[in-house]
């Protein structure tokens, strides 16, 4: 705490402009143009010689930073060449929410449950009833993919694990309409799943 | 505001004359606006530049274009554990830090205890996203000034946290990972291998860092002695975390007021030592965060060495109902100190969070470093302090 910059702290707050500008005078001359500022002193201002003699021949400098560059050439490339070169995202990767098929028709038995703990109110669905074992089923199921925002809650919720994040990560649409998902697009069958559904299966 | 208002205060605490020159070199000032899509804003920020030819009189930020009411969203969720995924949406380069300020505090309202394994994940999540965050800044702050390599550099290593973050919790940048009580997912099995590969991978590269930017001539003429924040205006402003410790003063909750188990790891608490120029310049600013990487590389490495085994969800409440009552609690982020004020009326959802966000108040503090610079140096200040626009406007 030797600077004076620190020591006359405290009226600092109040009066901040000559707080700022002294050390501007002192250590960085370009600041002293001919326009007058508070604090900015207008004595010439002499430039510190502190380049070594071998910074100030330029070539090392140079060269060094050449080094660095050719080196990079034949290190591995990081980057990858998107569509062309797919990425597979590993089993725990939460992408877009899908009602999971078996046997030709979803899990879900249209409890609720998932649209009620999900935070951003994506999910929307109408319950009837089927004959088939699990008596309920969702009439229409809409998961609106502009609200979604893929935290995993719902997949986290469902009894039946009829709902899980699949390994899609593309959503394309061209309109608003488009981005709300019925279940055309939601049902997805238990083989595309698999990797997913046993990673849930041994996380949970 | 009017902005005839803002005119007339800087106008007003300028000399009259200058001295032995009298009123011929009296100037205009003039009113100009940096942002909201200035590239160097970091976001939809607003500067109000009052200039007198190069020369800041007064800067007057303007926020609130990424307003997303997250404080009143956090009332109408349905329980506690919701609120998670929005907290991961303020300071969104660093969401496992901001998820487990809000879970350290839901626990102690609730007063549970979680399991030793959850402790040791959490706190190697939250050093891994100070890494990340401090690699954004400082690439970032880089290219502001005209470096565009280290940007590069940065971004490669940020990835390969990101990967191990994806392969943990399966999200890249929004983790909803850590939960109240504790962790959605247990790390997969080679985790504690990869976190020893990240660290023997990344301490050369901060030395590299340092070679290509840190030191680097241009950088230094550039940051030091720019945008001085003397110690007792940044403690009066409130400002915390690298911007603070920038000025010189020794000041980290990790080790002033421990939260989760941070007391059982030997870290340093680097601070800004006027190397370069003044203590408290955007130099310093800069190089405490370099200095944090490597210290949170150091909290890794004995945290993932003591990594005992376990269950990392027999701690979660079945229902979240804490007691009528309200409570803060505040972490050190990479940003400074978060700080949520949760109040609790007894039932499932909170009745009002606040947040204390670090962005939000050292921004507050910018106007005090610009008096006076020139204005190419606002961007390089703006960039030392390192602001979320997520976190500022919430
Ligand atoms: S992933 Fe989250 S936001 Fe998306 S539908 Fe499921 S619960 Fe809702
Ligand atoms: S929680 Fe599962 S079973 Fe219930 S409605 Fe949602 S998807 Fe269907």
Known sequence: MTNPATESAPDGAREPIKQAAAPTAAGKPAATGSTP???????????????????????????????????????????????EERWDPPPSFRGRPVLVEENGVERCVACGLCARVCPALA???????????????????????????????????????????????????????DAIYGKDKLLMSTDRLKTRLEFLRKAR | ???????????????????????????????????????????VLRLELVVDGEIVVDVIPHIGYLHRCFEKHCEHMTSYQQVIPYADRLDYVAAMSNELGYVVGVERLLGI????????????????????????????YGMDIGAFTPFLYCMRDREHVLDIFERTCGARLLYNYMWVGGLSHDVPPDFQESVRRF??????????????????????????????????????YAVSGP??????????????????IYDRFEFDIPVGLGLKGTVGDCWDRYMVRVHEMEQSVRIIEQAVEQLPPGDVQSAIPKRIRPNAGELYART????????????????????????????????????????GAMISDVVAILGSIDIVLGEVDR
């Not at chain 2, 205890?113 to 690699?135: D, G, N, Q, T, W």
């Open chain 2, 243 to 260: 911007a603070l410790r920038g000025s010189g003063v020794h000041w980290d909750l990790r080790r002033d007021d421990p939260y989760s």
């Open chain 2, 332 to 371: 050190e982020t990479p940003k400074g100190e978060l700080g949520y004020y949760i109040v609790s009326d007894g039932t499932a959802s909170p009745f009002r969070v606040k947040v204390k966000a670090p962005s939000f108040v050292n921004l507050s503090a910018l106007p005090a470093m610009c008096r």
């Open chain 2, 199 to 236: 660290c023997r991978y990344f301490k050369p590269n901060v030395k590299e860092l340092n070679d290509l930017l840190s030191y680097n001539k241009i950088f230094v003429e550039r940051t030091a002695n720019v945008g001085v924040l003397p110690a007792a205006v940044a403690v009066n």
């Open chain 2, 113 to 140: 205890k979680v399991p030793e394994r959850v402790e040791y994940i959490r706190v190697i999540m939250a050093e891994f996203s100070r890494i990340v965050s401090h690699l954004i800044a400082i690439g970032t």
């Open chain 2, 1 to 43: 505001m009017d902005p005839r208002a803002i005119t007339a205060e800087p106008q007003a605490r300028r000399p009259d004359t200058v001295p032995g020159l009298g009123r011929s070199l009296d100037s205009q000032e003039m009113v100009i606006n940096m942002g909201p899509q200035h590239p160097s804003t970091h976001g």
């Open chain 1, 37 to 83: 500022t508070p604090g900015v002193s207008l004595a010439p201002q002499v430039r510190r010689k502190d380049l070594t003699f071998l910074q100030r021949i330029y070539i090392p400098e140079i060269v060094k930073g050449m080094v660095l560059t050719i080196k990079q050439v034949f290190r591995p490339k990081f980057t990858r060449q998107y569509p």
């Open chain 1, 123 to 177: 999910i929307e669905m109408q319950a009837a009833e089927t004959p088939l074992e699990k008596e309920r089923y969702p009439e229409r199921f809409e998961i609106n993919m502009l609200r979604c925002i893929f935290c995993g809650f719902c997949e986290e919720a469902c009894p039946e694990e009829a709902i899980v994040m699949s390994d899609e990560y593309e959503l394309v649409f061209r309109n608003t309409e």
